[in-house]
């Protein structure tokens, strides 16, 4: 009701009005007339920012709820199928991943997030956490790198994650601890220049960069607050919550299946798991993150 009659306000208010009048009027009434629609349409939106506030106020209390009991968080089915998955001999040479290297050693998981992305000799490249989880599945495991990339995001209750279950046990193994990637090789120097250039581009069809949402304090998409990723306070507080259970999506999204649907968000081409892109992008929110806590898998709304 209220809604209505604000709409025939503006409406008779927006009216054209007669031509001898508006002659007779002039200018300094037109201006009122457009003043008065613009404190209208305020007064319109200010009942739709209120109730906004009051969802993301039931969004947090839900996700504290949550987080006061671990053990009712779902991302935990991930961990457990991604420990069983790391564990068990798979693919064409019937192999485990316990002589993947993370980067503190064949088959070593504790803490192997934490220092992450990083530059790995083998194989000549910075990495994140699944680009090396897919290397390994390829290199030691002999399955298909292509057909590992072809489906790797699935929605949930689609499929049974296997990379992304895995993604999620490793991180779980450096919860608590703190981001420490050291990014000063000179690759991975370069791949941090990389993300933030990326991370500032505008392009594709609506003319978006990750920056467009995230390089201010204060935004929101919908009902929900954007986070000020070009800050280091802010970064520190969100990155190391990824993967995350989303309750909206009802499964476990990675930072790698973030970075695709924020891309797929903004009708970019997509974005290829484990390409130079998205690990470029990685790292620099990691090197904006560092020496926050790892809390992952957390749950996001």
């Known amino acids: 009701m209220y809604f209505g009659r604000l709409a025939s306000a503006i409406r008779g208010l927006a009216r054209t009005p007669d031509p001898a009048k508006q002659q007779r009027e002039g200018n300094p009434v037109k201006l009122k007339r457009l003043l008065l629609l613009g404190a209208l349409a305020v007064l319109a939106l200010a009942p739709m920012a209120g109730a906004q506030d009051d969802t993301e106020r039931a969004l947090e209390k839900y996700r504290k709820m ?46 192997a ?33 292509a057909d590992l990339v072809k489906r790797p995001h699935p929605a949930g209750g689609a499929r049974v994650k296997e990379l992304g279950a895995i993604a999620t046990y490793v991180a779980n193994k450096s919860e608590g601890l703190k981001f420490s990637a050291k990014l000063d090789h000179a690759k991975e120097k370069d791949m941090v ?63 790698q299946h973030r970075l695709f649907d924020c891309y797929w968000q903004m009708r970019m081409p997509e974005l290829e798991l484990g390409s130079e892109t998205s690990v470029a992008l990685i790292a620099y929110l990691t090197s904006k993150a560092n020496g926050g806590a790892i809390s992952a898998p957390a749950i996001k709304r």
């Open 66 to 111: 949550l987080k006061e009991d671990p053990w009712t968080n779902p991302g935990l089915l991930d961990v457990d199928r991604g420990e069983t998955l790391w564990s068990t001999p798979r693919g064409p040479k019937n192999v485990s991943l316990a002589q993947c290297d993370l980067g503190k050693g064949p088959g070593k998981v504790e803490g």
């Open 193 to 255: 220049a990389l993300g933030e250039a990326l991370f500032m581009r505008r392009s594709g069809p609506f003319d978006f960069a990750c920056a467009t949402c995230h390089a201010e304090e204060g935004k929101r998409i919908r009902l929900q607050g954007l986070p000020f990723l070009s800050s280091a306070d802010e970064a520190r507080k969100v990155i190391g919550e990824w993967p995350a259970y989303r309750v909206s999506t009802t499964h476990v999204m990675t930072m």
């Open 113 to 145: 997030f934490a220092e992450l992305p990083r530059y790995f000799a083998d194989a000549d490249k910075v990495m994140d956490l699944e680009t090396r989880l897919l290397w390994c599945m390829e290199t030691l495991q002999g399955f298909n790198r």
